[in-house]
C-alpha cells in the first residue's frame, strides 16, 4: 500500500523557518516523483516543488523560488521540504504527492496520484 505521511508543520513567526518531512513507503520511491503542494483556505491547491527521487532534479513554482528548497533522502524513503523567510501568505495545509518519474517533474495537482493528508503550516505576522 502506498503511504506519504506529512510531519514538522506548525505555528511560526514571519521571517522564520520551518521544514516539512514527507516519510513514503509501499512502493519504490526511485521511480517517483515527489510533489509539495500546499491549500490556503478558500484557495484551489497549488504545487510548491518536486523532485524526481531517481537523479534528485527539481522544479520550483515562483512562490517557493529563493525561499524554499526541496531535498531527498533515498536511504530513508523521505523528501523534505526547507522553507525560510516564511511569510504569513504561506499558511495553509501543506502535501506531499506521488507520480511515477514518467510522468516528469510537473506540479500540477491533476498530475499526482498517491496523496499525504497534509501538516498545517502557520505563519503569524
Known amino acids: 500500500e502506498v503511504q506519504l505521511v506529512e510531519s514538522g508543520g506548525g505555528l511560526v513567526e514571519a521571517g522564520g523557518s520551518l521544514r516539512l518531512s514527507c516519510a513514503t513507503s509501499g512502493f519504490n520511491s526511485g521511480d517517483f516523483v515527489i510533489g509539495w503542494f500546499r491549500q490556503a483556505p478558500g484557495k484551489r491547491r497549488e504545487g510548491v516543488s518536486s523532485?524526481?527521487?531517481?537523479?534528485?532534479?527539481?522544479k520550483y513554482r515562483a512562490p517557493a523560488k529563493g525561499r524554499f528548497t526541496i531535498s531527498r533522502d533515498n536511504a530513508d524513503n523521505t523528501v523534505y521540504l526547507q522553507m525560510n523567510s516564511l511569510k504569513p501568505e504561506d499558511t495553509a495545509v501543506y502535501y506531499c504527492a506521488a507520480v511515477h518519474v514518467r510522468n516528469g517533474l510537473g506540479i500540477q495537482t491533476w498530475q499526482y496520484d498517491y496523496w499525504g493528508q497534509g501538516t498545517q503550516v502557520t505563519v503569524s505576522s
Open positions: 523532485i524526481s527521487m531517481s537523479d534528485g532534479s527539481t
